[in-house]
């Protein structure tokens, strides 16, 4: 009697494609969201404070301390984790599909954005546990007081600590060619697949993935120039 294994639906090409665009979904909020706090330094070090101190007691009193937090916190990792993985099989099944290369293929759009993606997803995991050891839990930070958010940002993003501010900017800039490439993707997906269509698509995905980007880099720039300090 033989005995055949069926390969889980999770791990289906179906299965991995659900996978990337729930966590893509989840990831994409989570920047939105995170953005908008971030933008909240620029009401001053007392608004900035009050609202992280505001995020440490979530949850509570049904939660102790910051559990809440590390749960999203643990959440938002195993969903980078997964996304990158999912993306990564799909991506090594379509190679394996097509062992043998054309020898008279131009090179298409969609290579430099599967690139983009793969690398991009590399550059974005390390930048996450970055920022963890950075800004959560303070050990790369100068200040690393968990009590003074404020001063950590300004003490991170310092004209002297310019190698943060580029390595800040490069995973953020990475993330954003990440979005586009992801929306334009996802649009295409639900629909717009004519010529006009994904022109639409195009323009909808490229403005989101900058003034995501924008929003971000605005407050490392800012310190850096002196507007915030």
């Not at 195993?78 to 054309?102: C, D, E, F, N, Q």
């Amino acid at each position: 009697m033989v005995v055949t294994r069926t390969r889980s639906p999770i791990r289906s090409n179906v299965g991995l494609k659900a996978v990337m665009a729930v966590t893509g979904i989840v990831l994409v909020l989570f920047l939105i969201a995170h953005m908008l706090g971030n933008l909240k330094i620029f009401t001053g070090a007392v608004s900035f404070n009050h609202y992280a101190e505001w995020l440490r007691e979530l949850g509570a009193p049904l939660l102790p301390g910051v559990w809440a937090l590390w749960i999203l916190r643990i959440g938002l990792v195993v969903a980078v984790v997964a996304h990158i993985w999912a993306a990564t099989t799909l991506a090594v099944r379509a190679r394996a599909a097509r062992p043998v290369r054309y020898a008279h293929r131009s090179k298409v759009q969609g290579s430099y954005a599967a690139r983009t993606m793969r690398w991009g997803g590399v550059i974005i995991l390390l930048f996450v546990i970055y920022h963890i050891l950075d800004l959560t839990t303070g050990t790369l930070n100068p200040v690393g007081d968990p009590t003074r958010p404020y001063a950590n940002v300004v003490a991170d993003f310092a004209p002297e600590r310019w190698y943060v501010t580029l390595f800040y900017t490069l995973a953020i800039v990475t993330i954003g060619f990440h979005l586009r490439h992801g929306v334009f993707s996802a649009l295409r997906s639900l629909g717009q697949q004519t010529p006009r269509g994904e022109r639409r698509a195009r323009a909808v995905a490229l403005v989101f993935a900058v003034a995501l980007c924008a929003g971000y880099l605005v407050v490392p720039f800012a310190v850096l120039t002196g507007l915030v300090s």
